[in-house]
């Protein structure tokens, strides 16, 4: 049958992807550090030995979900006590400065001062109306000081992230074993990006809740009986994605997967196509009310419709951007500032068009292949700490031992990143060993919009500007593919 070669090659695909993730992220992971191989095999002998002690002699204690539901109170403690240690300032900064600083002004001044900024990056105007809402919201309390606004987000991102671990182990004992799920949450709270990440009131942490709530509403779409309990989990799966779009656009891999696989279950199961066109048209209709809410907001407070025709970006500068060789594919000014020198939005274009030309004709064949496969694979795959190590360390607002082993040059931040790059190596492993276990398989399973997603998340950013902390949202698709063993589940 057709629709079954076409599992196959997704399923062999998969398999292709993650095996060069691997050995990308084995020669970046050889090169920075030396102690890796010693302190994998350390590693290696003790998971060997663990597993033969826990998992098979006590495997029904291990499954215990009452375990998980502790290790995850300790983790959100431990959370809070990380992230309030690891405080950065919201002056000369990146984004998340700028975005802090702007609903604090909206709060205080009633006025943005930098509306220019959000002229250019309306992809930041729902975030940016989120976070104004909840500064009016704390206003009474938070007073005049902008530092007490970034100490009250603190709490807001680690119940996110904690929520974003518990819904995925959730959907993980939709889709697999009890066993498996069990797992899947240990991989979770293993995955220290979310300890650091979470002391910054950013898109990426806002945006990871939704991507686990997607994962299991749509995990129940697959496990669900009857078309009408289908549907309403597959409308809220609509419904939550609009709202992570407008979070962070990166979602829109999702959408896609999700339009893929509903396809595929319409031709093998034979399920309704008024699912698809309904899921289709609940999230535009979200989308577009979203768009207009936060357009509506940014009018204002001082963006106006002509300030956006000669400001907004146009989808070419991030296709440019990542074309980049001297940055890797990543965020550099130097684009940013040939982009903006344009004035009008088609003279943008053209110019992003003629520079993409440009830089395609200097690389050659050879060099663009060694540049988007290897050298930006390595960018956006190649650091288990997904960077946080370096977002940590900028304009730091404390001293203490946890900044001594979190941040970028700390005195023992080298043998952290060696934990969390064996860490990371080691759920690419698990990954990998799922996916020679679905290249033997030529049928769809309830996880296959997971996969279609590492997919799609893997050649998004070979043609998107990319960065190892764009990673940080997807890390329960990564947790969860690789908790997968050839047991069903429900």
């Not at 000369?92 to 604090?104: M, P």
């Not at 606004?149 to 819904?167: E, G, H, K």
């Amino acid at each position: 049958m057709l629709i079954n070669k076409c599992v196959k090659i997704v399923h062999m695909l998969f398999l292709i992807v993650t095996l060069w993730i691997l050995m990308i992220v084995l020669c970046i992971s050889v090169e920075k550090y030396t102690l890796f191989f010693v302190a994998a095999a350390v590693i290696c002998v003790g998971c060997v030995y663990l597993k033969k002690k826990l998992l098979f002699k006590n495997s029904y204690r291990i499954g215990d979900k009452k375990i998980f539901y502790v290790l995850l109170g300790v983790a959100f403690t431990l959370m809070l006590v990380i992230a309030f240690s690891l405080r950065v300032d919201v002056y000369n900064t990146w984004d998340y400065g700028q975005l802090i600083r702007t609903a604090y002004e909206n709060v205080v001044d009633g006025k943005f001062s930098n509306a220019e900024y959000y002229a250019r990056y309306p992809n930041n105007s729902f975030y940016i109306l989120i976070l104004s809402v909840y500064f009016k919201i704390i206003s009474p309390v938070a007073g005049d000081d902008i530092y007490n606004y970034i100490n009250a987000t603190i709490p807001v991102n680690c119940v996110l992230v904690i929520l974003s671990i518990l819904f995925c182990y959730f959907a993980a004992r939709e889709l697999l074993t009890e066993k498996a799920a069990f797992k899947c949450g240990l991989i979770m709270l293993g995955m220290t990006p979310l300890y650091l990440y979470s002391t910054i009131a950013y898109t990426d942490v806002f945006a990871i809740f939704p991507v686990s709530l997607i994962l299991f509403c749509y995990a129940k779409v697959k496990t669900v009986q009857g078309i009408h309990k289908k549907i309403i989990w597959l409308c809220l799966t609509a419904i939550i994605l609009a709202a992570g779009y407008k979070i962070k656009a990166t979602l829109v891999i999702f959408f896609v997967a999700i339009i893929i696989d509903i396809i595929f279950a319409v031709v093998v199961k034979r399920e309704k196509l008024s699912m698809l066109i309904m899921y289709i048209g609940i999230f535009c209709i979200c989308v577009i009310a979203l768009s207009g809410v936060s357009k509506n907001f940014l009018y204002h407070n001082g963006v106006s419709e002509k300030m956006v025709q000669q400001e907004e970006f146009p989808v070419t500068h991030w296709i440019m951007m990542s074309l980049n060789p001297q940055y890797e594919g990543g965020f550099n000014q130097e684009d940013v500032d040939y982009t903006k020198s344009y004035t009008e939005k088609q003279e943008k274009v053209s110019a992003n068009i003629n520079k993409i030309g440009e830089r395609l004709k200097e690389m050659g064949l050879s060099g663009t292949v060694e540049h988007i496969f290897v050298k930006k694979v390595g960018r956006m795959w190649g650091a288990g700490d997904c960077s946080a190590s370096d977002y940590v360390s900028r304009q730091p607002l404390s001293d203490n031992i946890f900044r001594e082993i979190f941040a970028l040059n700390g005195k023992y931040n080298y043998f952290y990143r060696i934990c969390a790059q064996l860490f990371y190596v080691f759920v690419v492993i698990g990954i990998l060993k799922t996916a020679f276990y679905l290249a033997r398989q030529s049928e769809m399973r309830g996880y296959f919009m997971v996969e279609l997603s590492f997919i799609g998340v893997f050649v998004f950013f070979l043609i998107w500007e990319c960065n190892s902390r764009y990673l940080f949202v997807f890390l329960p698709v990564l947790a969860l593919l690789a908790s997968i063993t050839g047991k069903r589940g429900k």
